[in-house]
């Protein structure tokens, strides 16, 4: 079959303080293959990767979530 498809997002602490993430959740069918890490940092960015198989056939889609501790992001 073919490779699984992904797509990297990235995250960019733009605030005053450090950004904490934890909890990071994909919908049914997809897999996180590269995580966020657990801070950024003032001015920071990280990456994280997402994948989804195509092995099965279907139409696939939902939310990407995750905390933080940015009270008007959450």
Do not use: C
């Not at 801070?39 to 939310?63: K, N, P, R, Y």
């Amino acid at each position: 079959g073919a490779a699984a498809l992904t797509k990297t997002f990235t995250v960019s602490n733009t605030g005053n303080a450090l950004l904490t993430t934890s909890a990071l959740s994909v919908p049914a069918g997809y897999t996180v293959t590269e995580s966020l890490s657990a801070s950024i940092a003032v001015g920071g960015s990280d990456t994280f990767t997402v994948s989804l198989s195509t092995a099965s056939v279907g139409t696939f889609a939902g939310t990407i979530q995750f905390t933080n501790n940015d009270s008007d992001e959450n």
